[in-house]
Antibody
Framework: EVQLVESGGGLVQPGGSLRLSCAAS????????MTWIRQAPGKGLEWVSV????????YYTDSVKGRFTISRDNSKNTLFLQMNNLRVDDTAVYYC?????????????????WGRGTLVTVSS | EIVMTQSPGTLSLSPGQRATLSCRAS??????LAWYQQKPGQAPRLLIY???YRAPGIPARFSGSGSGTDFTLTVSSLEPEDFAVYYC?????????FGGGTKVE
């Protein structure tokens, strides 16, 4: 089955770190750009970061720049999000998602396959 | 940052009725807009991209329109499984941004 499965969430104190993983199955992972999108409890969606298929281009939302790092291991079909210096307002379900690929060789930044998410809670 | 504003916040309708959801961008975004559906406890699902193109497997009762700053998602006849929260997303400029959502109940 074509799917994404996130892991690595949990409870962490403010200032702490977590590393999220997203395992991809049954599609050619290294052909797709990937993203992390989060959703605070009871709130809407917030884009966090994207990474190109080859891992050479990244973008981040301003609130996580310098604290979060997106990366991938195409040999293991896995996407990562290293989160450092976590804040209470980083509390959310973190989804990984696949760029849809409708643009052929150019990214369109729409997301057609999502994981079920992993909950990150930042609290003392 | 481009701010996406969705209205109404909640839409109260019955099965079989037509749903019309709006999304407004704070600056022109051409047709670079997607719509997603999210049900409780589930991940979002891509419905529409580039304002008016249905994603694969999306029923024809879902349609999108608009360009520039004003966009509409229409569900022609609501099925029971369509009651959910809908989000718009722009990809015209970084950062990618979502609207706050419209709940169809």
């Amino acid at each position: 089955e074509v799917q994404l499965v996130e892991s690595g969430g949990g409870l962490v104190q403010p200032g702490g770190s977590l590393r999220l993983s997203c395992a991809a199955s049954e599609f050619t992972f290294n052909n797709y750009a990937m993203t992390w999108i989060r959703q605070a409890p009871g709130k809407g969606l917030e884009w966090v970061s994207v990474l190109s298929s080859g891992g050479d281009n990244t973008y981040y939302t301003d609130s996580v720049k310098g604290r979060f790092t997106i990366s991938r291991d195409n040999s293991k079909n896995t996407l990562f999000l290293q989160m450092n210096n976590l804040r209470v307002d980083d509390t959310a379900v973190y989804y990984c998602a696949r760029e849809a690929g409708y643009g052929g060789h150019s990214y369109q930044w729409y997301f057609d396959l999502w994981g079920r998410g992993t909950l990150v809670t930042v609290s003392s | 940052e481009i701010v996406m504003t969705q209205s109404p916040g909640t839409l109260s309708l019955s099965p079989g009725q037509r749903a019309t959801l709006s999304c407004r961008a704070s600056q022109r975004i051409s047709s670079y807009l997607a719509w997603y559906q999210q049900k409780p406890g589930q991940a979002p699902r891509l419905l529409i991209y580039d304002a008016s193109y249905r994603a694969p497997g999306i029923p024809a009762r879902f349609s999108g329109s608009g360009s520039g700053t004003d966009f509409t998602l229409t569900v022609s006849s609501l099925e029971p499984e369509d009651f959910a929260v809908y989000y718009c997303q722009q990809r015209s400029k970084w950062p990618l941004t979502f609207g706050g959502g419209t709940k169809v109940e």
